[in-house]
């Protein structure tokens, strides 16, 4: 199994191919959509990337969920409910929620998405 630092290093490249971001800009802490400018239609590029440069399959809707915000009982006021808290839990446990919890802004649920959570969820694919 690869280091995280060669995983790092691989997702860093599949990011700058797909984004056309210089290399230095895709750091750990990046976010996908506020730093490295993704769009949703770069998310499906992306997941295609990384299956074939790793070799994992990723099922629709694992890395980027879909309709977490279609629910009525996830989201209220803007912000994602207890119960729309434990079901991004549960459809991210890859991604570092600490900092979200305090403020489950739904407009910020894109910081979420940062290089390194897509090197931790690589990680846990190859370990599975």
């Known amino acids: 199994m690869p280091t995280n630092d ?3 290093g691989k997702v860093q490249a599949t990011l700058v191919d797909a984004l056309g971001v210089d290399e230095d800009e ?13 769009e949703s239609i770069d998310f499906l590029d ?3 990337r990384l299956e074939r440069n790793f070799g994992i399959k990723i099922p629709r809707g ?39 919890e305090a403020d489950p802004d739904v407009e ?5 998405y940062t ?3 897509l090197v931790r969820y690589v990680e846990r694919k190859l370990s599975a």
């Open 6 to 8: 060669e995983i790092y």
């Open 115 to 117: 290089v390194d959570m």
């Open 62 to 100: 694992e890395l980027f969920p879909d309709n977490l915000m279609a629910d009525p009982e996830w989201v209220a006021d803007g912000k994602l409910t207890a119960k729309g808290l434990s079901e991004l839990k549960s459809r991210l446990p890859f991604a570092d929620l600490s900092r979200f």
């Open 46 to 48: 992306i997941v295609f």
């Open 26 to 38: 895709v750091t750990r802490e990046a976010t996908l959509q506020g730093d490295l400018g993704a």
């Open 108 to 112: 910020r649920i894109g910081d979420l």
